[in-house]
């Protein structure tokens, strides 16, 4: 007998809480029934899911396994009732798409031209930071996501878009603003901003120990537009993905290739390996977007 989704709830809800009591009260059901569903379900899997004391409900090595597995069912559950809700009343299929805050503009650029001319989908479209879009996609939360991606996971499928490679952002009164390009060993004994967050701080960390080139002390940053305001005052140089300084005022900041060794992160659209089958409007507008974001994004594939 299948699992029902009032049972992955329940099971989700005593994972969350670690309490049966709480559990109960937010799935508005008496203790006792919570209890017997729990049994229930462990009687239908054949394992055990939860260690239970006096104090605390724990989930056991297969709880903690089967936990993600619930979670995207219910998140697909929930997004299919949602979509049947708007079909029904509008005639009209949702779509969800994530992409990177760098490949989001040239995103919207395409979905806002999709949306004008769309008839039957309503597209909905969200930013975050790759490990998250993927996480939001494996558990049916989105339907597909531009990210950054060397890695896939099993049941995803990935469609090239483009290779970003890093720049060199300097005040546009910076002795070496004018170059073409420049090698990474001419960044040594520049004040080079320690950027802290993501792939990106990961990206640029691991070229600048390759080249023996040492982050700055002195200028630390989470956010993008502190790091170019600070390349801005002349004050440091920061390194960061083409993507990301698209737009920039030219008359401020001096954007500059880092070559030998060129490094690139590789931009890709992700999606469901059975996304045709399971959602066919969803994947027309994949198709759609592995075709013109390249071109979108500026760069080479």
């Not at 724990?58 to 998140?75: D, F, N």
């Not at 998250?132 to 597909?144: N, P, Q, V």
């Not at 990210?147 to 005040?171: F, H, K, N, Q």
């Amino acid at each position: 007998m299948p699992l029902s989704i009032r049972q992955l709830r329940f099971f989700v809800a005593l994972s969350q809480t670690g309490n049966f009591s709480r559990a109960a009260e937010a799935m508005a059901v008496s203790q006792p029934a919570l209890s017997a569903a729990i049994r229930q379900i462990e009687t239908l899997l054949d394992t055990r899911l939860f260690d239970r004391t006096t104090h605390s409900v724990v989930p056991t090595q297969a709880g903690r396994a089967l936990l993600p597995h619930a979670w995207r069912l219910l998140t697909t559950a929930d997004n299919a009732f949602a979509d049947m809700t708007s079909v029904l009343r509008n005639s009209r299929a949702t779509v969800r798409i994530g992409a990177i805050p760098s490949a989001l503009p040239a995103t919207a650029q395409i979905v806002a031209r999709i949306d004008e001319d769309a008839q039957g989908v309503n597209l909905h479209l969200a930013d975050g930071t790759s490990d998250t879009l993927i996480a939001e996609l494996r558990r049916g939360a989105l339907d597909m996501a531009v990210c950054v991606a060397s890695l896939i996971d099993e049941g995803l499928v990935s469609t090239p878009l483009i290779e970003d490679d890093m720049t060199l952002v300097l005040s546009r009164n910076h002795p070496l603003a004018g170059a073409p390009s420049l090698h990474w060993s001419a960044l040594a004994g520049m004040e080079v901003v320690h950027f802290n967050s993501g792939s990106i701080g990961e990206i640029s960390a691991s070229a600048m120990r390759e080249n023996n080139i040492v982050h700055s002390r002195r200028f630390r940053v989470d956010h993008m537009e502190s790091l170019f305001g600070l390349a801005r005052s002349g004050l440091a140089a920061g390194v960061m993905p083409r993507l990301y300084v698209r737009g920039h005022d030219p008359a401020a900041l001096a954007v500059i290739p880092l070559v030998e060794p060129s490094i690139r992160r590789k931009v890709v659209l992700l999606a469901g390996a059975h996304l045709a089958d399971e959602h066919p409007p969803a994947a027309a507008i994949a198709a759609h977007l592995a075709q013109v974001l390249p071109g979108a994004l500026g760069a080479v594939v």
